[in-house]
């Protein structure tokens, strides 16, 4: 829902999604997705839309765009203007034809992303990580698992000793009862999140960090704060103290989005700072077997004698997203609440699945080898074209995982993303992944797909800078550098 009485420029435009890859003129695509918001109950009555030019400015389309789509939206029916009062929603039989509305959505059951952005768009917001063809035999050798009992919200046994093992060859001695297999590492996050957060407790994060960690935060009602980063142990200790904090999460290893490494250095404080002030810390490790060369770094579990990190994995990056394989490494007594709530919330883990991943392990140096020599090829292959194409957007080249974080020249890089979507490139704004406007002017670029499709979602790009900048959008800040 969004937020009632006067409704941002930017949180409207946010809401609208893909509304440009409709058909008609402009005025009539926006007018369409502005009803679509009445008739799904996000947009209500009483709600005051954004003054036109406002709105034309987060959208990137002219004022005389958002004029015609308010006309439109009066002659149907659906918007009142008054001097002074500006534009509100006003909808005689919108319970009515909310309910048709939802009620059709229910019958027709499809997901947020259907394949419904049209004209063969690029995705650059997703890392859908493909099941590569020398993987595939992993997929054909789980029969001899299928007969297990399948409740257990702690997971199979192998599995669980084949983690242990994992974490033990890292650094971090576990025994299997310190882990719990989830669906994904996203469930991983979220269970933590429900252990450890309630409502109005402060929880450091780097910022930015991943977003679908920030909402599960949101979720809880947690309070935000930015952990600093590069600070020396003295920072931290006074960040974690005078905050409050309940929690931490943390990528420590190229972090998502940015691509930021810490130190062993950084890693050892946050350790010995939770450990003494008895902070749990959630260490999301998805990312940190894809170092394009050398080994990935220590943990900042191997640091900590205090049992205080709590360490969330998974099979999606290193071996292919469509297996939700992920868990829970942490303290027994930690686990045990935790598989109580997973309880609650799955009764259990898929067998299948959790048969696939058990090959998976035993295979774990090749399957990791081949991950780690695509995506730095991808890297390479994405990064030439940027340099070819857009050589005034900056980035600094990350030692490893699956996007890059770019600066862009201008100060507010949200209404160049709507102009991206109209020529059918769907990319995250850096302000969707930061607690803060302090991300106002970057972009997250995922590259692990195949190359062909990169090559023509920048070259896409490339034609969407060029149509804003001549239309005069950008007004190009000091460029930031970012150091990773």
Not at 325 to 351: C, E, F, M, S, Y
Request: hydrophobic share 45%; proline share 5%; with cysteine.
């Amino acid at each position: 829902m969004i937020n009632r009485t006067q409704i941002a420029a930017n949180v409207l435009a946010d809401h609208l999604g893909h509304w440009q890859t409709g058909r008609g003129p402009l005025k009539v695509r926006l007018k369409n997705a502005l009803v679509e918001l009445v008739l799904s109950g996000a947009l209500v009555n009483g709600d005051r839309l954004p003054p036109e030019r406002g709105l034309a400015s987060a959208l990137a389309v002219s004022r005389n765009t958002v004029v015609a789509a308010y006309d439109l939206l009066r002659e149907e029916g659906y918007l009142a203007t008054r001097r002074a009062s500006g534009s509100t929603i006003q909808f005689a039989d919108a319970g009515k034809r909310v309910h048709e509305r939802r009620t059709h959505a229910i019958e027709s059951t499809y997901g947020i992303n259907n394949g419904s952005q049209g004209g063969g768009a690029i995705d650059f917001a997703v890392a859908d990580i493909a099941l590569a063809a020398p993987f595939e035999r992993y997929v054909r050798e789980f029969t001899p698992l299928l007969h297990r009992e399948s409740y257990g919200a702690y997971g199979l046994a192998e599995l669980r000793e084949a983690i242990a093992a994992y974490y033990d060859a890292r650094g971090v001695p576990t025994s299997p009862d310190e882990v719990l297999i989830t669906n994904g590492g996203q469930q991983a996050i979220s269970l933590a999140v429900s252990l450890y957060v309630q409502r109005g407790d402060a929880v450091a994060v780097q910022n930015p960090t991943f977003f679908v960690a920030l909402d599960a935060l949101r979720m809880a009602g947690a309070r935000l704060t930015a952990l600093p980063e590069r600070a020396a142990e003295n920072v931290l200790r006074e960040t974690f103290i005078h905050g409050a904090t309940r929690l931490a999460y943390v990528i420590p290893t190229h972090q998502n989005p940015t691509g930021y490494t810490m130190p062993a250095a950084e890693r050892k404080s946050i350790a010995k700072i939770a450990d003494d002030l008895g902070i749990p810390v959630l260490e999301d490790q998805v990312l940190d077997e894809l170092t394009y060369d050398g080994e990935a770094p220590a943990p900042i579990a191997s640091y900590s004698r205090g049992g205080t990190i709590v360490c969330a994995g998974s099979l999606s990056k290193v071996f292919w997203s469509g297996l939700r394989v992920g868990w829970v490494r942490a303290p027994a007594a930690v686990i045990a609440r935790l598989a109580r709530i997973k309880t609650v919330t799955d009764l259990g883990n898929n067998i299948i699945s959790q048969s696939i991943a058990l090959p998976v392990f035993r295979d774990f140096d090749a399957i990791r080898a081949y991950r780690r020599a695509e995506l730095r090829e991808k890297l390479r292959f994405a990064t030439a074209l940027l340099d070819e194409h857009l050589p005034d957007w900056k980035y600094n080249t990350p030692a490893g995982g699956f996007c890059l974080w770019l600066t862009v020249p201008v100060a507010d890089v949200r209404p160049f993303v709507q102009i991206a979507r109209r020529f059918g490139v769907n990319i995250i704004a850096g302000t969707s992944m930061a607690i803060d406007e302090s991300a106002v002017n970057n972009l997250r670029l995922v590259f692990s797909g195949p190359m062909e499709t990169t090559r023509e979602g920048i070259h896409r790009l490339a034609r969407a800078w060029q149509a804003f900048t001549a239309r005069g959008f950008a007004a190009p800040p000091a460029v930031k550098e970012l150091v990773v």
